[in-house]
Protein backbone atom coordinates (compact mmCIF):
# COMPACT_ATOMS: atom_id res chain seq x y z
CA UNK A 1 0.00 0.00 0.00
CA UNK A 2 1.15 3.82 -0.48
CA UNK A 3 2.58 5.99 1.84
CA UNK A 4 0.01 8.01 3.54
CA UNK A 5 0.16 11.82 3.46
CA UNK A 6 -2.58 12.25 5.44
CA UNK A 7 -3.95 11.40 8.99
CA UNK A 8 -7.41 9.36 9.87
CA UNK A 9 -9.28 12.52 10.38
CA UNK A 10 -8.18 14.31 7.04
CA UNK A 11 -11.30 14.07 4.46
CA UNK A 12 -11.02 14.95 0.77
CA UNK A 13 -13.84 15.98 -1.89
CA UNK A 14 -14.00 12.28 -3.13
CA UNK A 15 -16.46 11.78 -5.60
CA UNK A 16 -17.36 8.21 -7.07
CA UNK A 17 -17.81 7.67 -10.81
CA UNK A 18 -21.09 5.87 -11.31
CA UNK A 19 -22.08 3.34 -14.32
CA UNK A 20 -23.90 4.38 -16.29
CA UNK A 21 -26.41 0.77 -16.01
CA UNK A 22 -27.16 2.98 -12.16
CA UNK A 23 -29.70 4.73 -13.85
CA UNK A 24 -30.83 1.76 -16.08
CA UNK A 25 -31.50 0.15 -13.02
CA UNK A 26 -33.52 2.91 -11.63
CA UNK A 27 -35.33 2.29 -14.46
CA UNK A 28 -36.12 -1.25 -13.60
CA UNK A 29 -37.28 0.15 -10.19
CA UNK A 30 -39.57 2.64 -12.14
CA UNK A 31 -41.05 -0.36 -14.61
CA UNK A 32 -41.81 -2.28 -11.56
CA UNK A 33 -43.66 0.62 -9.77
CA UNK A 34 -45.91 0.64 -13.23
CA UNK A 35 -46.48 -2.67 -13.36
CA UNK A 36 -47.35 -3.11 -9.79
CA UNK A 37 -50.34 -0.37 -10.45
CA UNK A 38 -51.58 -2.52 -13.66
CA UNK A 39 -51.62 -5.38 -11.51
CA UNK A 40 -53.68 -3.86 -8.74
CA UNK A 41 -56.31 -2.86 -11.62
CA UNK A 42 -56.32 -6.30 -12.84
CA UNK A 43 -58.15 -8.16 -10.09
CA UNK A 44 -57.21 -11.98 -12.00
CA UNK A 45 -53.73 -11.58 -11.53
CA UNK A 46 -52.45 -13.31 -8.09
CA UNK A 47 -49.92 -11.13 -5.69
CA UNK A 48 -48.33 -11.84 -3.18
CA UNK A 49 -46.23 -10.80 -0.09
CA UNK A 50 -42.88 -12.86 -0.20
CA UNK A 51 -40.17 -12.43 2.57
CA UNK A 52 -36.49 -11.93 1.76
CA UNK A 53 -34.72 -15.79 1.72
CA UNK A 54 -38.00 -16.90 -0.45
CA UNK A 55 -37.33 -18.88 -3.46
CA UNK A 56 -39.05 -16.02 -5.88
CA UNK A 57 -38.65 -18.46 -8.98
CA UNK A 58 -41.63 -20.22 -7.64
CA UNK A 59 -43.95 -17.08 -7.93
CA UNK A 60 -42.57 -15.79 -11.00
CA UNK A 61 -43.18 -19.73 -12.53
CA UNK A 62 -47.05 -19.10 -12.10
CA UNK A 63 -47.38 -15.67 -13.03
CA UNK A 64 -47.75 -13.96 -9.45
CA UNK A 65 -47.06 -10.52 -8.71
CA UNK A 66 -44.02 -10.49 -6.41
CA UNK A 67 -44.39 -7.70 -3.54
CA UNK A 68 -41.43 -7.93 -0.90
CA UNK A 69 -42.69 -6.12 2.58
CA UNK A 70 -38.60 -5.55 3.20
CA UNK A 71 -38.74 -3.83 -0.25
CA UNK A 72 -41.35 -1.33 0.67
CA UNK A 73 -39.73 -0.94 3.85
CA UNK A 74 -36.52 0.41 1.98
CA UNK A 75 -37.85 2.05 0.19
CA UNK A 76 -39.71 4.20 2.58
CA UNK A 77 -36.52 4.51 4.04
CA UNK A 78 -34.71 6.05 1.60
CA UNK A 79 -37.64 8.63 1.18
CA UNK A 80 -37.64 9.47 4.95
CA UNK A 81 -40.67 7.88 6.22
CA UNK A 82 -39.43 5.24 7.80
CA UNK A 83 -39.69 6.64 11.28
CA UNK A 84 -43.33 7.79 11.18
CA UNK A 85 -44.55 4.36 10.07
CA UNK A 86 -42.51 2.29 12.85
CA UNK A 87 -43.65 5.07 15.13
CA UNK A 88 -47.60 3.72 14.13
CA UNK A 89 -46.68 -0.11 14.74
CA UNK A 90 -45.42 1.18 18.06
CA UNK A 91 -48.62 2.66 18.54
CA UNK A 92 -50.28 -0.98 17.85
CA UNK A 93 -48.23 -2.61 20.68
CA UNK A 94 -44.87 -3.58 18.93
CA UNK A 95 -41.99 -3.00 20.76
CA UNK A 96 -38.86 -1.05 19.74
CA UNK A 97 -36.63 -4.36 19.63
CA UNK A 98 -38.86 -6.17 17.03
CA UNK A 99 -37.63 -6.07 13.49
CA UNK A 100 -37.62 -2.25 11.76
CA UNK A 101 -38.34 -3.94 8.16
CA UNK A 102 -41.46 -5.31 9.81
CA UNK A 103 -42.86 -2.06 11.69
CA UNK A 104 -41.95 -0.06 8.72
CA UNK A 105 -43.97 -2.39 6.71
CA UNK A 106 -46.53 -2.88 9.33
CA UNK A 107 -47.34 0.86 8.97
CA UNK A 108 -46.81 1.60 5.67
CA UNK A 109 -49.71 -0.58 5.16
CA UNK A 110 -52.22 0.86 7.52
CA UNK A 111 -51.66 4.54 6.76
CA UNK A 112 -51.88 3.83 3.02
CA UNK A 113 -48.48 4.87 1.63
CA UNK A 114 -48.69 4.91 -1.86
CA UNK A 115 -46.75 2.39 -3.71
CA UNK A 116 -43.64 4.34 -4.77
CA UNK A 117 -43.26 5.76 -1.62
CA UNK A 118 -43.14 2.20 0.15
CA UNK A 119 -46.72 1.37 0.39
CA UNK A 120 -47.39 -1.95 0.24
CA UNK A 121 -50.60 -3.62 -2.46
CA UNK A 122 -53.31 -5.49 -0.64
CA UNK A 123 -52.01 -9.34 -0.96
CA UNK A 124 -53.80 -12.81 -2.44
CA UNK A 125 -51.62 -14.41 -0.33
CA UNK A 126 -48.13 -14.55 2.01
CA UNK A 127 -45.62 -16.65 1.98
CA UNK A 128 -42.13 -16.78 4.60
CA UNK A 129 -39.53 -19.07 4.83
CA UNK A 130 -37.25 -18.61 8.37
CA UNK A 131 -34.14 -18.87 6.25
CA UNK A 132 -32.48 -15.46 6.61
CA UNK A 133 -34.76 -14.74 10.02
CA UNK A 134 -36.79 -16.09 12.07
CA UNK A 135 -39.14 -13.01 12.70
CA UNK A 136 -40.42 -13.70 9.10
CA UNK A 137 -42.94 -16.42 9.23
CA UNK A 138 -44.33 -15.02 12.15
CA UNK A 139 -44.31 -11.31 11.25
CA UNK A 140 -46.34 -12.49 7.82
CA UNK A 141 -48.54 -15.26 9.81
CA UNK A 142 -50.13 -12.03 11.74
CA UNK A 143 -50.60 -10.26 8.40
CA UNK A 144 -52.01 -12.77 6.69
CA UNK A 145 -54.81 -13.32 9.61
CA UNK A 146 -54.86 -9.48 9.48
CA UNK A 147 -56.08 -9.37 5.66
CA UNK A 148 -57.74 -12.75 5.61
CA UNK A 149 -55.38 -14.38 3.06
CA UNK A 150 -54.22 -17.84 2.99
CA UNK A 151 -50.33 -18.09 4.03
CA UNK A 152 -47.71 -20.54 3.65
CA UNK A 153 -43.83 -21.01 5.00
CA UNK A 154 -41.00 -23.05 4.45
CA UNK A 155 -39.05 -23.96 7.87
CA UNK A 156 -35.27 -23.94 7.18
CA UNK A 157 -33.74 -25.90 9.62
CA UNK A 158 -30.04 -24.57 11.10
CA UNK A 159 -26.72 -26.21 9.78
CA UNK A 160 -25.16 -25.93 13.10
CA UNK A 161 -21.66 -26.81 13.61
CA UNK A 162 -20.98 -30.41 13.39
CA UNK A 163 -24.23 -30.96 11.25
CA UNK A 164 -23.10 -33.75 9.12
CA UNK A 165 -23.54 -35.05 5.58
CA UNK A 166 -26.69 -37.56 6.53
CA UNK A 167 -27.88 -34.78 8.70
CA UNK A 168 -27.86 -32.86 5.86
CA UNK A 169 -29.50 -34.64 3.46
CA UNK A 170 -32.52 -35.23 6.04
CA UNK A 171 -32.77 -31.16 5.81
CA UNK A 172 -32.60 -31.37 1.92
CA UNK A 173 -35.23 -33.76 1.92
CA UNK A 174 -37.38 -31.75 4.19
CA UNK A 175 -37.31 -28.66 2.29
CA UNK A 176 -37.53 -30.70 -0.81
CA UNK A 177 -41.26 -31.66 0.24
CA UNK A 178 -42.32 -28.16 1.18
CA UNK A 179 -41.83 -27.06 -2.09
CA UNK A 180 -43.90 -29.53 -3.44
CA UNK A 181 -46.23 -28.77 -0.58
CA UNK A 182 -46.13 -25.25 -1.75
CA UNK A 183 -47.25 -26.42 -5.01
CA UNK A 184 -50.24 -28.49 -3.80
CA UNK A 185 -51.19 -24.91 -1.37
CA UNK A 186 -51.28 -22.89 -4.96
CA UNK A 187 -53.81 -25.34 -6.31
CA UNK A 188 -56.12 -26.50 -3.38
CA UNK A 189 -56.36 -22.30 -2.73
CA UNK A 190 -55.76 -20.58 -6.71
CA UNK A 191 -56.43 -23.87 -9.50
CA UNK A 192 -52.82 -22.81 -10.10
CA UNK A 193 -50.88 -26.16 -11.58
CA UNK A 194 -47.51 -26.79 -11.30
CA UNK A 195 -46.11 -26.14 -14.84
CA UNK A 196 -42.63 -27.65 -14.76
CA UNK A 197 -41.72 -25.85 -18.16
CA UNK A 198 -42.14 -22.52 -16.76
CA UNK A 199 -40.92 -23.28 -13.48
CA UNK A 200 -37.43 -24.65 -15.36
CA UNK A 201 -37.60 -21.68 -17.32
CA UNK A 202 -37.51 -19.14 -14.24
CA UNK A 203 -34.91 -21.12 -12.79
CA UNK A 204 -32.67 -21.20 -15.94
CA UNK A 205 -32.90 -17.24 -15.60
CA UNK A 206 -31.75 -17.68 -12.02
CA UNK A 207 -28.70 -19.67 -13.19
CA UNK A 208 -27.63 -16.60 -15.64
CA UNK A 209 -28.56 -14.47 -13.09
CA UNK A 210 -26.22 -15.38 -10.46
CA UNK A 211 -23.60 -16.72 -12.67
CA UNK A 212 -23.70 -12.47 -13.95
CA UNK A 213 -23.65 -11.78 -10.01
CA UNK A 214 -20.93 -14.34 -9.63
CA UNK A 215 -18.25 -12.79 -12.41
CA UNK A 216 -19.25 -9.08 -10.37
CA UNK A 217 -18.30 -10.16 -7.48
CA UNK A 218 -15.14 -11.68 -8.67
CA UNK A 219 -14.21 -8.30 -10.50
CA UNK A 220 -14.41 -6.23 -7.32
CA UNK A 221 -11.89 -8.01 -6.19
CA UNK A 222 -9.64 -5.66 -8.77
CA UNK A 223 -7.51 -2.88 -7.66
CA UNK A 224 -9.03 -0.17 -7.69
CA UNK A 225 -12.80 -1.76 -7.04
CA UNK A 226 -14.57 -1.55 -10.48
CA UNK A 227 -18.18 -1.50 -8.34
CA UNK A 228 -18.92 -0.23 -5.04
CA UNK A 229 -21.71 -1.22 -2.73
CA UNK A 230 -23.18 2.11 -3.10
CA UNK A 231 -24.54 0.36 -6.92
CA UNK A 232 -24.60 -3.39 -5.70
CA UNK A 233 -27.27 -1.99 -2.84
CA UNK A 234 -28.90 -0.70 -6.25
CA UNK A 235 -28.57 -3.72 -7.97
CA UNK A 236 -29.95 -5.83 -5.21
CA UNK A 237 -33.26 -4.75 -5.98
CA UNK A 238 -33.68 -6.85 -9.34
CA UNK A 239 -31.15 -9.67 -7.35
CA UNK A 240 -33.92 -10.29 -4.70
CA UNK A 241 -37.25 -9.32 -6.59
CA UNK A 242 -37.01 -10.33 -10.13
CA UNK A 243 -34.72 -12.89 -9.82
CA UNK A 244 -36.72 -15.73 -11.64
CA UNK A 245 -37.55 -13.13 -14.97
CA UNK A 246 -36.04 -12.82 -18.46
CA UNK A 247 -35.37 -8.89 -17.54
CA UNK A 248 -33.47 -9.84 -14.73
CA UNK A 249 -31.22 -11.39 -17.01
CA UNK A 250 -30.68 -8.30 -19.08
CA UNK A 251 -29.95 -5.80 -16.17
CA UNK A 252 -27.08 -7.55 -15.15
CA UNK A 253 -25.53 -8.39 -18.87
CA UNK A 254 -25.38 -5.16 -19.50
CA UNK A 255 -23.89 -4.16 -15.63
CA UNK A 256 -21.24 -7.24 -16.58
CA UNK A 257 -20.33 -5.42 -19.93
CA UNK A 258 -20.09 -2.25 -18.30
CA UNK A 259 -18.07 -3.42 -15.57
CA UNK A 260 -15.92 -5.47 -18.24
CA UNK A 261 -14.94 -2.39 -20.25
CA UNK A 262 -14.50 -0.42 -16.84
CA UNK A 263 -11.43 -3.00 -16.16
CA UNK A 264 -10.26 -3.09 -19.53
CA UNK A 265 -9.42 0.43 -18.82
CA UNK A 266 -8.03 0.08 -15.98
CA UNK A 267 -10.32 2.27 -14.47
CA UNK A 268 -12.55 1.80 -10.81
CA UNK A 269 -15.29 3.41 -9.29
CA UNK A 270 -13.41 6.23 -7.73
CA UNK A 271 -10.26 7.77 -9.59
CA UNK A 272 -6.52 6.32 -9.44
CA UNK A 273 -4.70 6.40 -5.80
CA UNK A 274 -8.23 7.88 -4.03
CA UNK A 275 -8.81 3.76 -3.03
CA UNK A 276 -7.10 4.26 0.28
CA UNK A 277 -8.96 1.75 2.18
CA UNK A 278 -10.77 -1.80 1.30
CA UNK A 279 -13.93 -2.82 3.65
CA UNK A 280 -16.21 -5.35 4.38
CA UNK A 281 -19.30 -4.19 5.20
CA UNK A 282 -21.25 -7.20 7.30
CA UNK A 283 -24.74 -6.79 7.57
CA UNK A 284 -27.80 -4.88 6.40
CA UNK A 285 -27.61 -0.99 4.85
CA UNK A 286 -28.34 1.67 6.84
CA UNK A 287 -30.92 2.28 4.05
CA UNK A 288 -32.35 5.63 6.13
CA UNK A 289 -28.70 6.96 6.23
CA UNK A 290 -27.31 5.36 2.51
CA UNK A 291 -24.76 8.95 2.51
CA UNK A 292 -22.42 7.11 5.10
CA UNK A 293 -21.10 5.36 2.50
CA UNK A 294 -20.36 8.22 0.71
CA UNK A 295 -18.94 9.56 3.53
CA UNK A 296 -16.64 6.50 4.45
CA UNK A 297 -15.57 7.30 0.79
CA UNK A 298 -13.70 10.68 1.96
CA UNK A 299 -11.54 9.04 4.00
CA UNK A 300 -10.83 6.83 0.67
CA UNK A 301 -12.42 3.80 2.24
CA UNK A 302 -14.45 1.99 -0.20
CA UNK A 303 -16.98 -1.09 0.55
CA UNK A 304 -15.25 -3.61 -2.13
CA UNK A 305 -17.33 -6.42 -0.39
CA UNK A 306 -20.63 -7.24 1.67
CA UNK A 307 -22.27 -10.68 2.44
CA UNK A 308 -25.04 -9.23 2.52
CA UNK A 309 -26.08 -8.95 -1.41
CA UNK A 310 -23.98 -12.48 -2.13
CA UNK A 311 -26.37 -14.13 0.77
CA UNK A 312 -28.77 -13.28 -2.29
CA UNK A 313 -27.03 -14.36 -5.54
CA UNK A 314 -25.82 -17.55 -4.50
CA UNK A 315 -25.16 -19.51 -7.65
CA UNK A 316 -28.54 -21.63 -8.18
CA UNK A 317 -27.68 -24.54 -10.79
CA UNK A 318 -30.10 -25.73 -13.27
CA UNK A 319 -30.10 -30.18 -13.03
CA UNK A 320 -30.98 -32.73 -16.02
CA UNK A 321 -34.81 -32.83 -14.81
CA UNK A 322 -36.76 -30.72 -12.74
CA UNK A 323 -37.04 -32.70 -9.43
CA UNK A 324 -33.12 -32.78 -9.25
CA UNK A 325 -33.49 -28.42 -9.98
CA UNK A 326 -36.10 -28.41 -7.08
CA UNK A 327 -33.55 -30.34 -4.91
CA UNK A 328 -30.78 -28.32 -5.76
CA UNK A 329 -32.89 -25.28 -4.65
CA UNK A 330 -33.74 -26.62 -1.69
CA UNK A 331 -29.66 -27.09 -0.66
CA UNK A 332 -29.91 -23.78 -1.57
CA UNK A 333 -31.78 -22.26 1.26
CA UNK A 334 -29.21 -23.58 4.19
CA UNK A 335 -26.22 -22.64 2.32
CA UNK A 336 -25.49 -19.28 2.31
CA UNK A 337 -23.58 -16.46 4.18
CA UNK A 338 -26.66 -15.60 6.62
CA UNK A 339 -27.05 -19.18 7.92
CA UNK A 340 -23.01 -19.76 8.65
CA UNK A 341 -22.46 -20.95 11.88
CA UNK A 342 -19.86 -19.22 13.74
CA UNK A 343 -17.01 -21.40 12.90
CA UNK A 344 -17.99 -21.37 9.23
CA UNK A 345 -18.62 -17.55 9.53
CA UNK A 346 -15.05 -16.92 11.23
CA UNK A 347 -13.33 -19.04 8.06
CA UNK A 348 -15.59 -17.28 5.18
CA UNK A 349 -14.35 -13.66 6.60
CA UNK A 350 -11.11 -14.98 6.39
CA UNK A 351 -10.71 -16.29 2.69
CA UNK A 352 -12.38 -12.48 2.01
CA UNK A 353 -10.06 -10.48 3.94
CA UNK A 354 -6.91 -12.24 1.88
CA UNK A 355 -9.06 -12.33 -1.71
CA UNK A 356 -10.33 -9.20 -1.65
CA UNK A 357 -7.37 -7.47 -0.09
CA UNK A 358 -8.91 -6.18 2.84
CA UNK A 359 -7.85 -3.15 5.17
CA UNK A 360 -10.47 -3.48 7.67
CA UNK A 361 -14.47 -4.84 8.55
CA UNK A 362 -17.12 -3.05 9.48
CA UNK A 363 -20.09 -5.55 11.47
CA UNK A 364 -23.35 -3.71 11.24
CA UNK A 365 -24.49 -4.31 15.38
CA UNK A 366 -28.47 -4.40 13.81
CA UNK A 367 -31.08 -3.85 16.94
CA UNK A 368 -33.23 -4.90 14.08
CA UNK A 369 -31.53 -8.36 13.04
CA UNK A 370 -30.92 -10.32 15.87
CA UNK A 371 -30.12 -13.36 13.93
CA UNK A 372 -27.40 -11.79 11.60
CA UNK A 373 -26.22 -9.65 15.02
CA UNK A 374 -25.68 -12.92 16.89
CA UNK A 375 -22.17 -13.47 17.43
CA UNK A 376 -20.79 -10.34 16.38
CA UNK A 377 -18.35 -9.76 19.29
CA UNK A 378 -17.01 -13.08 18.94
CA UNK A 379 -16.30 -12.74 15.10
CA UNK A 380 -14.81 -9.53 15.84
CA UNK A 381 -12.44 -10.75 18.45
CA UNK A 382 -11.43 -13.47 15.69
CA UNK A 383 -10.44 -11.47 12.75
CA UNK A 384 -8.33 -9.45 15.03
CA UNK A 385 -6.65 -12.21 17.02
CA UNK A 386 -6.35 -14.36 13.38
CA UNK A 387 -5.62 -11.88 10.87
CA UNK A 388 -4.63 -8.00 12.41
CA UNK A 389 -7.46 -6.23 10.36
CA UNK A 390 -9.18 -4.04 12.57
CA UNK A 391 -12.90 -4.33 12.89
CA UNK A 392 -15.35 -1.65 13.55
CA UNK A 393 -18.71 -3.05 15.60
CA UNK A 394 -21.33 -0.39 14.96
CA UNK A 395 -24.53 -0.50 17.21
CA UNK A 396 -27.12 0.92 14.58
CA UNK A 397 -30.51 0.13 12.69
CA UNK A 398 -31.34 -0.97 8.95
CA UNK A 399 -34.17 1.91 8.79
CA UNK A 400 -34.75 3.27 12.30
CA UNK A 401 -32.80 6.21 12.49
CA UNK A 402 -33.05 6.68 16.08
CA UNK A 403 -30.57 4.04 16.75
CA UNK A 404 -28.24 6.65 14.78
CA UNK A 405 -26.14 8.96 16.87
CA UNK A 406 -24.04 11.47 14.25
CA UNK A 407 -21.47 12.16 16.93
CA UNK A 408 -20.40 8.81 17.78
CA UNK A 409 -20.35 6.79 14.83
CA UNK A 410 -18.23 9.57 13.29
CA UNK A 411 -16.21 9.42 16.26
CA UNK A 412 -15.47 5.56 15.96
CA UNK A 413 -15.28 5.76 12.49
CA UNK A 414 -12.07 8.44 12.32
CA UNK A 415 -10.67 5.94 15.41
CA UNK A 416 -11.78 3.04 12.86
CA UNK A 417 -9.68 4.53 9.69
CA UNK A 418 -6.69 5.50 12.50
CA UNK A 419 -6.27 2.38 12.89
CA UNK A 420 -6.28 1.12 9.58
CA UNK A 421 -3.51 3.56 8.59
CA UNK A 422 -1.75 2.45 11.67
CA UNK A 423 -1.76 -1.36 10.82
CA UNK A 424 -1.19 -0.51 7.02
CA UNK A 425 2.61 1.69 8.02
Not at 253 to 267: G, K, N, T, Y
Not at 323 to 344: D, F, S, V
Amino acid sequence: MSEMKTTGKEKKDIKMVYTKSFRQLNGVIGNYIADAKAVAADPSRLKAWATAGFPMELLWAQDVFNLMPENSAIIAALGGLSLEMIECSESLGYCRDLCSYMKTAMGSYRKGLTFEKGGLLTPNYCVATNTICDTHWKWFEIEARRTGVPYFCIDVPSCVSGTGPDRMDVYNDYIEKQIYDYFEFMERNFGKKYDEEKFMTAMRHSERVTGLWGEIMQMRRRIPSPYLFQETMNALFPLALLIGLEQSVKIFEVIVAELRDRMSRSEGAVQPGEERFRLIWEGIPLWHRTKFYNELLQYGAVVAYEPYTESFGMKKSVKATARETIRQLARGLIHMPYNYNLETRIKYFKNLIHDYNIHGVILHHNMSCRPSATGLLDLKNAIQEETSVPVLLLDCDQTDPRAYSEAQVKTRVEGFIELMEASAR
